[in-house]
């Protein structure tokens, strides 16, 4: 299936930190945003890009693009030359060598990337130790960063300026190129199970990006499964209702993350 137009946007969200930010362009620009994990249930891997502006954000995942992102770049074909190609990524603190590593992707598709943006937002992951998430003062700092830089990201998307931005951090050869292969090496679901607080209510089932999690049972019984092909984007954990879901005990206590609009609602109320 082909997909044609002259300015898109395509994005990958977990929590939606990456979400708010590219629909927040979309808007900005007039471009269409599209979220890659549907895109993939259509069907769709093959695109015109022939005079387009087209435009690529997601989450940071051990300071590398995602595996999802990179496999559905790769499996596609994009045909034409188009007339300016950038990505914008979220992360908690620095995203290493996040744009070398995306370069490089759209160079052996063919593609020239032409600028590079990151915008920090609250913190999601939380299965290694030590991980938690931000306090409340830091996740409404970082919110209003974010709204703050949109602005002149959204301009110079507009003008199809050449830039690169990026908040790159100690060590970022080895986060990327040593720990983003580890990460991709060892993430599994093996480790999440649901509590007796678990309700069955499905959420977690409905949030999945990658259609990950299934529901056995039947009415009040049902309970989820997890059918090993995770990304650990941490979906299930922070949409839960009732904080039902854990990985091992390395998420218990450590609270949920409930996005964007969360984080604007208790800075107005405070």
Known sequence: MQYKTKAMIL????????RFVAEKIAEGTGEKAEYIPALMDAGVSSFDCEGSSLGFVFPVYAWDVP?????FIRKCSWNGRPQYVWFACTCGDNV???CESFRKLM???????????CFQ????????PGFKLDTDRNAEKKITGVKEKLPSVIEAIRNRAKVEEMIVGSMPGFKTHIIGPLFNLIVSDSGFHYTDDCI???????VCPIHNIGLVGVGEERRPRWNGNCTQCMACYHACPRNAIHYG????GKGQYKGVSSVSDSSKEG
């Open 121 to 128: 937002m609250p913190e999601t992951y939380l299965c290694f």
């Open 67 to 71: 595996k999802l992102v990179e496999t």
């Open 11 to 18: 994005y990958y969200s977990g929590c939606g930190n990456s």
């Open 96 to 98: 290493g060598k996040t």
């Open 107 to 117: 160079a052996d598709k063919g593609l020239t990337l032409d600028a590079g943006f």
């Open 249 to 252: 005990k390395l998420t218990l």
């Open 200 to 206: 069955g209510c499905g959420t977690c089932f409905k």
